[in-house]
């Protein structure tokens, strides 16, 4: 079965990027250690930008991917990050090799 990716955008509340970051990174470490099928989970700060995170995601299957959105962690995020995250889109794909 095909790895499956996706490429996130992260909008931040004005004055609070550096109130998230670790929150994410924290939750990104959680992912990489809690969750068998996450496999990446890159995080990357635009120069042009500051009120953006964006994100590199890879899983062993789309079924990982849902795992992973519905898990205990992205929960734990979307609570201790409230009202920072104003918009979150992104692109999921499979990966080609």
Known sequence: MPRF???????????RVNEFLPLLMAHRARCLKDEPGTLNFEV????????????????QDEAASEAHSKGPSM????????G????????????RE
Do not use: F, Q, W
């Open 5 to 15: 990716a996706i490429i996130g955008t992260v909008e931040i509340a004005s004055g």
């Open 44 to 59: 990357l700060m635009p120069h042009d930008d500051n009120t953006k995170v964006m994100l590199y995601e890879v899983y």
């Open 75 to 82: 929960a734990r995020l979307r609570e201790e990050a409230a």
């Open 84 to 95: 920072m995250m104003v918009k979150v889109s992104g692109t999921r794909g499979t990966l």
